[in-house]
C-alpha cells in the first residue's frame, strides 16, 4: 500500500472572493492499495493558504505541512506494522465510538443495515454518555455491561416507555462484535474480547411476506415511486437485499446460452462472491440495457419517504400487512420453498452462510401447510 499527501483547493464565493479573501486547500491522504483495487481517502481537517499574503499565513502554511507530513510518515509506519503482523500501538488507541461510527457511515448504501449500524451507535453513545473509550480498553466486563445495558435499556423510538425486543438486542449486540471482529483482523488490538463472550439468544419472529397472489396485484398497481416498484418487484423475484439492489450494473448481468441469465456481484452485507441464476422475467423487468458501469437503479434511497411511498403503495393494492422492502426477499424465499424448492438451493438462492437462517422460512411454510389443512371443509 501507499500513501500521498494530496491538496485540494476549496471553493470562495463571488462574495468573499469580492472581499478579497484568500482561498484555502484542504490537505487529505490517498490510500492506494495496488492496481484494481478501490481507493481509500482521509480528510485530515487541515487548510492552507492558497495565495500567503503576510509573515503569518506564511508560518501557518508552513507549520501545517510540516504537520501534515508527519501524520503521513505515521500511517505510514503504521501500515507497516499492520502488514508484519504487529498490533499498532497508535490504532490501538483509537476510540472504539469514533471507529464504530467511522464503519457505520462506511454502510451507508445498505439500507436497513445501515439503520442498524446507526441504533446501535447511538445506543452505544448513550451507554458511555457519549464519553469515548480506546478500543485496546474494551473487554470482557464492557462487552457483558453493555449486553446488560440492551436488555433494559428502553427503546429510542417514539415516545413509549417499552424495551427493546429481544431481536434488536441481538442485533445491535452483534454489530458491536462484528466491529470487534473488524479491528481484530485490522491488527488494531491483539485479541478479539467477543470471542469470551456469549451472544444473546435470539427469539422466534414472525417474518412478513406476500403472497404470489398479492405480489401480482402490486405488479398490476402503480406506483408514485416507479423506480421503487421495479426495485421491490426485482427483489421478489431474485431475493436480493436492497444493498444489493442498489449497487447492481449492467456490467454485473451476464447470459449463456447454455445457463441463461444469471448476476455476478459481490454481497453487500458478507462480501461474498456470488453467481446468482435468475429469471428472464426479473431481467426484461429491469427495461433496456444502459451503461454497463452505472447503477441500474442509481435514483434509489432507503429513506422515511420511500417507506412512506412503498406503504401506501401497499394499501392501494389492498394489502393490509405491514411491508417493508425486505419482505420482498422474504417472499421470494417462501414462495421457492412452497413450490417444493429444496431448502438448501434456496439457502445458496439467499446467500445464506448457514442452512440454520434460511430454516426460519421453512417454519413460516409449516404454519401455512397447517393453516390450509384447517380449512377443509366438514364431510360428516
Not at 152 to 173: A, D, E, M, W
Not at 311 to 319: L, N, Y
Not at 320 to 347: E, G, P, W
Amino acid at each position: 500500500m501507499k500513501i500521498y499527501l494530496l491538496k485540494r483547493k476549496g471553493r470562495l464565493s463571488q462574495e468573499n472572493e469580492k472581499k478579497g479573501k484568500s482561498r484555502k486547500i484542504s490537505l487529505y491522504l490517498a490510500y492506494h492499495y495496488g492496481a484494481g483495487q478501490k481507493r481509500e481517502y482521509e480528510f485530515l481537517d487541515l487548510y492552507l493558504y492558497e495565495k500567503p499574503k503576510n509573515r503569518l499565513e506564511k508560518d501557518h502554511n508552513k507549520d501545517t505541512l510540516q504537520l501534515a507530513e508527519t501524520i503521513k510518515a505515521q500511517k505510514v509506519i503504521d501500515a507497516q506494522t499492520t502488514a508484519h503482523g504487529f498490533v499498532s500501538s497508535v490504532r490501538s488507541k483509537v476510540g472504539f465510538l469514533a471507529y464504530f461510527k467511522k464503519l457505520t457511515e462506511k454502510r451507508f448504501d445498505s439500507g436497513g443495515n445501515h439503520g442498524n449500524w446507526l441504533s446501535t451507535y447511538q445506543h452505544l453513545h448513550d451507554f458511555r454518555e457519549g464519553k469515548d473509550i480506546a478500543i485496546e480498553n474494551i473487554d470482557d466486563r464492557f462487552l457483558e455491561s453493555f449486553k446488560e445495558y440492551l436488555l433494559t435499556c428502553k427503546t429510542r423510538k417514539g415516545k413509549g416507555s417499552g424495551k427493546l425486543n429481544q431481536n434488536s438486542v441481538l442485533s445491535y449486540f452483534n454489530k458491536v462484535r462484528a466491529a470487534l471482529r473488524e479491528a481484530y483482523q485490522g491488527r488494531m488490538i491483539k485479541e478479539n474480547p467477543a470471542t469470551r463472550v456469549k451472544s444473546v439468544k435470539s427469539a422466534e419472529t414472525h417474518r412478513q411476506f406476500l403472497t404470489l397472489e398479492e405480489l401480482q396485484r402490486l405488479a398490476r398497481t402503480d406506483c408514485e415511486l416507479p423506480i421503487l416498484k421495479k426495485a421491490f418487484l426485482f427483489s421478489a423475484l431474485t431475493g436480493l437485499r436492497f444493498s444489493d439492489v442498489k449497487a447492481l450494473r449492467w456490467e454485473n448481468i451476464k447470459h449463456s446460452e447454455t445457463d441463461g441469465w444469471s448476476l455476478q456481484f459481490t454481497q453487500k452485507k458478507t462480501k461474498g462472491a456470488e453467481i446468482l441464476p435468475v429469471s428472464e422475467q426479473a431481467i426484461k423487468m429491469l427495461g433496456e440495457k444502459g451503461n454497463p458501469e452505472i447503477e441500474i437503479f442509481d435514483s434509489l434511497d432507503y429513506s422515511a419517504w420511500n417507506n412512506l411511498k412503498l406503504r401506501e403503495w401497499v394499501i392501494e393494492a389492498g394489502i393490509t400487512k405491514k411491508i417493508t422492502f425486505h419482505c420482498a426477499r422474504h417472499s421470494f424465499a417462501t414462495l421457492q420453498l412452497s413450490m417444493n424448492t429444496d431448502i438448501y438451493t434456496v439457502s445458496k438462492l439467499l446467500g445464506h452462510r448457514h442452512l440454520k437462517t434460511t430454516e426460519i422460512y421453512a417454519k413460516v411454510i409449516d404454519k401455512k401447510k397447517i393453516e390450509a389443512a384447517s380449512k377443509m371443509p366438514q364431510l360428516i
